[in-house]
């Protein structure tokens, strides 16, 4: 003869069967664990008893909002990480971003790589989920990036300097000086075609 017993409040489809389904309680779920114990006993009325730890893991908790680059500049970046904290009992992790034109985001772990759509151009958000043989948890909030792509010179820097601005335009822009000396002056502006 055999019998399963529980030292929590779940149940057993059939205790006297070798490998019956347990049914975890609420109080199981809520303390994370439950002991299994088997007790076999032959015809002569001798009996062991065997007992197992069983781990109770829900759906992982949703992650922190991601952390990485809050704008990026295509003119010079093709490419961001993005991380989030671990997540306890996660085996893996969904990266997301959105709007799905703005680029591609792998990765399984807590570093999301995005490859940036380099004709996009606005506000992408990137977040994060996790999952386990449970199955899936929510995603983070979404960490907003700003997608831009802008070619500009630096500006020299001198005593008598000039500073133009916005740089690219579109033929509308300002100009500062900051001159030590009063004089006439006279002021050349040349694109990148000369």
Known sequence: ??????NGDGTFDDP???????????????????ILTLTAEDAEGASVDDEMTLLLITFP???????????????????????????????????????AEAGNIDGIGTTGTVSWN????????????????????EFSEGYE???DNVVSIDEPLSQDAFMLWPNPNN?????????????????RIFNLLG
């Open 16 to 34: 006297n069967i070798l490998e019956p389904v347990y049914s975890p309680g609420s109080g199981d779920i809520a303390s994370g664990n439950v």
């Open 61 to 99: 908790e949703t992650p922190a909002t991601p952390e990485g680059p809050d704008y990026v500049n295509l003119n010079n970046v093709s490419t961001s990480e993005y991380t989030t904290d671990p997540v306890p009992y996660a085996d893996n992790y969904e990266w997301m971003i959105t709007p």
């Open 145 to 147: 990036v700003t997608v």
């Open 1 to 6: 003869n055999i019998i399963w017993t529980s």
């Open 118 to 137: 380099m004709s996009f151009l606005g506000t992408a958000t990137v977040s994060v989920r996790a999952i386990n043989n449970c199955g899936t948890g």
């Open 171 to 187: 033929g509308n822009f300002n100009i500062r000086t900051s001159l030590v000396s009063p004089g006439n002056y006279s002021v």
